[in-house]
């Protein structure tokens, strides 16, 4: 049956030919092997680490293929759309270091040949496959309410039937174009189905990228192409978008996984060739004994938003999320440490089928490693970008004291084992306050941590001597404890474990308690970077007022 009439009814403002879009948005000339993929979100201004794991995935393979990677926003459900969230999601994916070759380039704008990059701009490409497929008999109106579907599907439930708009069921697949046209011209209102040729016995065979060699029976419900308010469902604008800007990898969450028999099926109606497809597995997270998906409502980390307010270097992010793709990213780490990460290729099949497991305890390992690799000078400045943003207090600390900030993120970087002291921004203020008089100087008596076996009244002993007789400008590390150790041993301190094991009655406590208590008095703190250097950095005219602070407690 065809609706030639039927068609133009309508879709009258539809002039063009398929023909013409087709030759529109020619296959691209790119050199053989390059991928062309695409970050297509749907505007809703929420963006889960799901997205950019998604988006990073397509873009590697673009990027590592000399390929194509572009923007496409999918808003054809506009009651969710959020206003500004296309910048938003260029400006997030640029924090990730991604950029697009193409698409969207701000709320109205883009570039490339294959735009508009926009669904809902793309109203009347969509109509002029909708109605060839009219014309051909391949879809028909349907003038079902939302209250017949319900009741469709409710009995199908009760008699324990496949649910759904399909074969029998269809009520309007049938339709003859008199009545359809009647029906138009009385006003009712209606959407466009499939009249799907397919039959669930016969069993597709389909290779994903990801999940391998995988089979379903063929799609046979006739699903909606155009819905009431004349837009297309995902769907069909997948089909159509993704001929038309000729991608060559479909890289999707797995959610849509169930979808395929529908995508596969349209493609082949449309006469389109199909694109490779890849399904990404949902990222979980460990829950107690059990898995469960990252939850945008329970979990803070869901959102792309949490990593920069608490302050994980986005590259460590990357590099996390990479972990995650591809295992093996692990060792290649840790044989090219200084290596720029876009040096490391990923395989889709290499990335597991079933979970991607999301471990902050992992991330904070991964970030830990990153940040302890990273040169002081570019600690500070990081740091204070994200200082400026989230701690004003910090932000205004050490960019006054610029020189000694450095100098702290510099403790211990150059030896072969650097100290990993921070996962993200927000550790820093506690890590290294005492470093600042302001801090210090709000610290509470409850704050201050005792080293254990060492009383306040002893350190405060040991203090009292110390600070008369220490060498401030011992030269070196070992000098300096070297009079440590003597001035300890005159007050009655052992400096061998062994013999202070042998006859504790006969010591005050061990040359470590000593250091301890120096320790306390400097920082409130018991585990702290060496003395020396803590000493050094802050100068002899604060060292000294700290042990008169400290006598004062
Ligand atoms: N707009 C879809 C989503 O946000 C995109 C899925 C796809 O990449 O095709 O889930």
Not at 58 to 86: C, H, M, P, W
Request: glycine content about 6%; hydrophobic content about 35%.
């Amino acid at each position: 049956m065809s609706f030639e009439k039927l068609a133009d009814m309508i879709f009258p403002e539809v002039n063009n030919s398929t023909e013409y879009y087709i030759e529109k948005y020619p296959k691209r000339n790119l050199k053989e092997g390059a991928r062309v993929t695409r970050y297509a979100p749907s505007p809703t201004g929420f963006q889960h680490i799901g997205g950019v794991f998604a988006a990073l995935i397509n873009e590697r393979l673009a990027s590592q293929s000399e390929g194509v990677f572009y923007l496409r926003i999918e808003d054809t459900d506009q009651k969710r759309e959020v206003e500004g969230a296309i910048d938003d999601t260029i400006a997030t994916m640029h924090n990730f270091g991604m950029d697009f070759n193409e698409g969207m380039t701000g709320q109205e704008t883009y570039k490339g040949e294959y735009g508009p990059y926009r669904q809902s701009q793309r109203a009347e490409i969509y109509n002029t496959f909708a109605k060839d497929l009219l014309k051909k008999g391949l879809a028909y109106p349907c003038f079902c309410t939302p209250e017949e579907l319900a009741e469709l599907r409710e009995k199908q439930v009760a008699n324990k039937i496949t649910p759904g708009y399909y074969g029998e069921y269809a009520k309007f697949r049938n339709i003859t174009e008199e009545e359809a046209i009647k029906r138009i011209e009385n006003g009712e209102k209606y959407i466009i189905r499939l009249k799907s040729p397919g039959n669930p016995e016969t069993r597709v065979e389909f290779h994903d990228l990801i999940k391998g060699d995988i089979s379903f029976p063929e799609n046979n419900q006739d699903i909606v192409l155009i819905k009431g308010d004349g837009l297309p469902t995902y769907h069909f604008a997948h089909a159509i978008d993704d001929f038309l800007m000729r991608t060559t990898d479909v890289i999707r969450g797995e959610e849509w996984l169930s979808s395929l028999p529908i995508h596969v099926q349209l493609f082949e109606v449309l006469g389109f060739e199909a694109p490779r497809y890849a399904h990404i597995p949902t990222i979980m997270k460990q829950d107690g004994g059990s898995k469960r998906k990252l939850s945008k409502r329970k979990d803070a980390e869901a959102a792309v938003s949490y990593y920069k307010e608490v302050g994980y270097p986005t590259v460590t992010v990357i590099e996390y999320l990479l972990n995650i793709i591809n295992s093996t990213f692990e060792d290649w780490r840790a044989e090219n440490p200084t290596a720029d990460y876009h040096e490391f290729e990923i395989h889709l099949e290499k990335m597991s089928k079933s979970g991607a497991l999301f471990d902050l305890v992992k991330l904070n390992d991964v970030s830990k490693d990153r940040i302890a690799a990273m040169k002081a000078k570019d600690v500070y400045e990081i740091y204070t970008a994200w200082a400026k943003e989230f701690d004003n207090e910090m932000y205004k600390l050490v960019t006054e004291n610029e020189a000694m900030a450095k100098e702290i993120f510099n403790i211990d970087k150059e030896g072969p084992k650097p100290r990993k002291d921070y996962a993200k921004w927000d550790e820093v203020k506690e890590k290294v306050f005492y470093f600042f008089d302001e801090l210090f100087d709000k610290e509470t008596a409850e704050q201050i941590e005792m080293p254990k076996g060492l009383s306040l009244e002893d350190a405060k002993a040991v203090i009292e001597v110390y600070k008369n007789e220490f060498n401030f400008n011992a030269g070196s590390q070992e000098a300096w404890f070297e009079d440590l150790k003597e001035i300890g041993t005159r007050l009655g301190y052992c400096a061998n474990r062994k013999e202070f094991k042998a006859n504790p009655d006969q010591y005050k406590g061990m040359i470590s308690d000593v250091a301890g208590a120096v320790r306390i008095a400097l920082s409130h703190r018991t585990n702290t970077p060496d003395l020396y250097t803590i000493m050094q950095i802050m100068g002899e005219e604060k060292t000294r007022s700290r042990f008169e602070k400290f006598l004062k407690i």
